[in-house]
């Protein structure tokens, strides 16, 4: 079993930044692909990034704009979602997700463990 637990979010106003952090703990082999995810009010969920376990590879999901960045501390099972220059429209319950595969697109169902998310609220 894997445990996913969100944190950081809150209210920022447009320009600003927040990190967001998924600290994992279970079974390591069924967390070898990391993932953020965003829903936003009334659409459908979305990927963010992923980052492999092993080597910290990342993917970006391209039709997301390049205000985010993924990166790990796998000494402390965290993994952390970077957002800068944040916009009205990055509002939404940020996600963060895991599966067991090395093989690791930004893909929502691949992926089996979820955490409750965080809210991200950003004024303008």
């Known amino acids: 079993q894997v445990q996913l637990v969100e944190s950081g979010g809150g209210s920022v106003q447009a320009g600003g930044s927040l990190r967001l952090s998924c600290t994992a703990s279970g079974n390591a082999g069924r967390r070898v692909c990391m993932a953020w995810f965003r829903q936003a009010p009334g659409k459908e969920r979305e990927a963010i990034a992923t980052?492999?376990?092993?080597?910290?590879?990342?993917q970006d999901n391209p039709s997301v704009t390049g205000r985010f960045t993924i990166s790990q501390d796998i000494t402390r099972d965290i993994v952390y979602l970077q957002g800068n220059n944040l916009q009205a429209e990055d509002t939404g319950r940020y996600y963060c997700?895991?599966?067991?595969?090395?093989?690791?697109?930004?893909?929502?169902?691949?992926?089996?463990?979820w955490g409750q998310g965080t809210q991200v609220t950003v004024s303008s």
């Open positions: 980052i492999r376990h092993n080597d910290d590879s990342t």
């Open positions: 997700a895991a599966h067991g595969s090395y093989l690791c697109p930004p893909n929502e169902a691949d992926f089996r463990y």
